[in-house]
């Protein structure tokens, strides 16, 4: 490594992408590429949720002990010490919501332009004042310290949509019936991969931060190498980055976030890691999960490699899906050739780790201890289901006599078929043209299942605009009802018992 | 050469579309349609050899029209090259030329799906 760093001063050191990795180890093979290459560059510029940045801005006179602060109305942590704030990327602004936030802020840091930062402080003998309001840039700041917790994912699970409904998520717009597939990462130009068993990432490695030098200080969040998920913690001096590899975002109904433009320069030290760096964008494989199933264990469509996403098209059900990425190849091309130059020009030395990165990590679900409504608690399970034979007169004196103005509607073997309510019925007298419930029901019935949180069962009513969900089994046999009245009764009962 | 057909209230309920296409005999594909009770919003894709005999015949009809030349704007400062509109493009509007996003703007039927879904914000609607 001394070497290399050595030809680095010198300016002899020979530098490729690791786009253009395979190719030459395809040529020369291993132990050529080793003799022929010093450092291989990576790129990645992705949305990338989980960055914020450390600021400190200075004592005032009188002294202010910051407890809340906002920058442009994006609200930053205040409660580190007396003037540092943790501004977090996906801090929605108080005035302009999603359109921007903390991201936004920081892009506008890095551009130069102004900032308003207004804070309240908590009055002591020693940290007099209350409030504070001041404009400033970057400059003024002591330190902005960019750290953040999870970056540089891996790989990571491109996204599509089963449902009948638009979503906007994080990863995008997802149109119905599996309209498109929307994915991440920048493949076999992403850094993990191109040294996935650690041998020289690890804590300490220098790397390339929004265009500025930065270091890795260990796993990141979620780190979970064992599944192929691995992930950095890095840190980088904003006052060194670039709007070039450092923006702002908002996805649609999700909210703001940041593009990270992030490289890790790998030496090609020994054949092993000579053969790591010509990993190509087949061999990187992820799964299209399916967002239209709104729970952590999301299923999953299909397998599909890095080189079937870039390819524009991916077959779901021997249909042809459109994909589209949110991570731009382009600027990840960019990061890669910009840590090249850098290297070339004698400006950034490789360093060695400190210590290896954990080859084990953890991403477990969040253990829930408080009361945690299902469909199933709440549900009325005395529900009336008629048979589509009876007819409008019978229909109407059971939802009199009942307690629902809701009538699923069954077959001979109890199967749920459809749904007749009492605007139904009212409808059908008014119009006097049917007089059967197979006539007049509704044949596409929402539904909701006993083991389906409530919450989810509530923004399916809201969504649909509908008042009630019949509640079927596995067998689609109706077991329940819930009704927007249920949902009404627990809320009022909550405000009460507080 | 796509029109942005502007429907005033009163006309709205007439079948104009198809009285067009029976006078002038052009091929008129409609790309997407916007109607409510008082007015309406059409873009339609129009031969350019019939092009401005459609237009007069809609205009014939009460009908303000638009012709969609550049009917949306990208924002090279701001574009990133994600890609993040190409997939939900329904008319093939934006495709990768090596991995920098390209917009072919005669494809466009203003239908904005795009302007939410970009990002970076980096699209533009030319309202007309």
């Not at chain 1, 529900?383 to 009199?400: D, G, H, L, S």
């Not at chain 2, 008319?91 to 996003?101: D, I, K």
């Amino acid at each position: 490594m001394s070497e290399i760093n050595e030809r680095i001063r010198d300016g002899s050191v020979r530098v490729v992408t690791a786009e253009e990795m395979p190719e030459l180890v395809d040529e020369l093979g291993t132990q050529g590429a080793v003799r022929e290459v010093d450092v291989v560059t990576t790129g990645t510029f992705g949305a990338m949720c989980s960055s914020g940045l450390f600021l400190n801005t200075g004592h005032s006179d009188p002294p202010i002990k910051i407890s809340k602060a906002w920058l442009n109305n994006v609200e930053a942590y205040g409660g580190v010490a007396a003037v540092d704030l943790f501004l977090g990327a996906t801090q929605p602004s108080e005035d302009r919501g999603d359109e921007y936030g903390g991201a936004h802020v920081m892009e506008d840091l890095v551009s130069g332009r102004d900032v308003e930062l207004r804070a309240q402080g908590v009055v002591t003998d020693c940290y007099p004042r209350s409030e504070l309001e001041t404009t400033l840039r970057l400059d003024d700041f002591n330190q902005a310290i960019m750290v953040n917790p999870r970056n540089a994912y891996q790989r990571y699970a491109a996204a599509a949509n089963s449902t009948e409904r638009t979503l906007h998520t994080y990863m995008g717009t997802l149109l119905p019936r599996y309209g498109n597939v929307s994915y991440s990462g920048a493949g076999a130009l992403s850094p993990i991969p191109n040294d996935p068993d650690f041998e020289y990432i690890g804590v300490g490695t220098r790397i390339f931060l929004c265009g500025g030098q930065g270091q890795i200080i260990g796993p990141g969040t979620q780190h979970l190498p064992q599944n192929g998920f691995a992930t950095l913690m890095v840190k980088g001096d904003l006052k060194e980055m670039s709007s070039e590899f450092l923006r702002g975002a908002t996805f649609q109904d999700y909210g703001p976030s940041l593009y990270v433009g992030l490289g890790v320069p790998i030496p090609v030290l020994n054949e092993r890691i000579a053969e790591k760096t010509a990993v190509r964008d087949r061999e990187i494989v992820t799964e299209i999960v399916d967002y239209g199933v709104p729970r952590r264990a999301r299923p999953t469509v299909r397998r599909v490699n890095y080189e079937e996403l870039y390819s524009g098209v991916v077959d779901i059900d021997g249909a042809e899906v459109k994909t589209s990425a949110l991570s731009s190849r382009h600027v990840a091309r960019k990061v890669a050739s910009a840590l090249g130059d850098s290297i070339r020009r004698g400006e950034f030395l490789l360093s060695e780790a400190v210590e290896p990165l954990s080859g084990v990590g953890r991403n477990n679900p969040v253990r829930q201890t408080k009361e945690f409504l299902l469909v199933g608690d709440v549900m009325s399970s005395e529900v009336v289901t008629v048979r589509e034979e009876i007819n409008i007169k019978e229909a109407a004196r059971m939802i009199v006599g009942g307690t629902f103005d809701h009538l699923p509607v069954v077959s001979a073997d109890e199967k749920l078929i459809g749904m007749v309510t009492a605007w139904d019925i009212s409808k059908a007298v008014a119009s006097d043209k049917t007089s059967h419930i197979s006539e007049m029901m509704t044949r596409k019935v929402f539904i909701a299942s006993p083991d389906e949180p409530l919450e989810l069962a509530a923004r399916k009513l809201h969504h649909h605009k509908i008042s009630a969900l019949p509640v079927v089994d596995k067998d689609h046999r109706v077991i329940g009802m819930l009704t927007s009245d249920h949902l009404s009764r627990l809320y009022g009962r909550r405000r009460r018992s507080k | 050469m796509k029109l942005m057909l502007h429907v005033a209230p009163g006309i709205v309920r007439k079948p104009i579309v198809s009285s067009v296409i029976l006078e002038t005999k052009a091929l008129i594909n409609i790309e997407r349609a916007k109607v409510d009770a008082v007015s309406g919003e059409i873009v339609v894709d129009v031969d350019l050899d019939k092009c401005v005999e459609v237009k007069r015949a809609f205009e014939e009809r009460g009908v303000r029209v638009v012709l969609l030349e550049n009917p949306i704007i990208k924002d090279d400062d701001e574009c990133v090259h994600c890609g993040a509109c190409i997939s939900i493009c329904p008319t093939g509007t934006f495709r990768f030329e090596g991995s920098e996003v390209v917009a072919d703007a005669g494809r466009c039927v203003q239908c904005a799906s795009c302007i939410t879904a970009c990002p970076q914000r980096a699209l533009r609607l030319v309202l007309k």
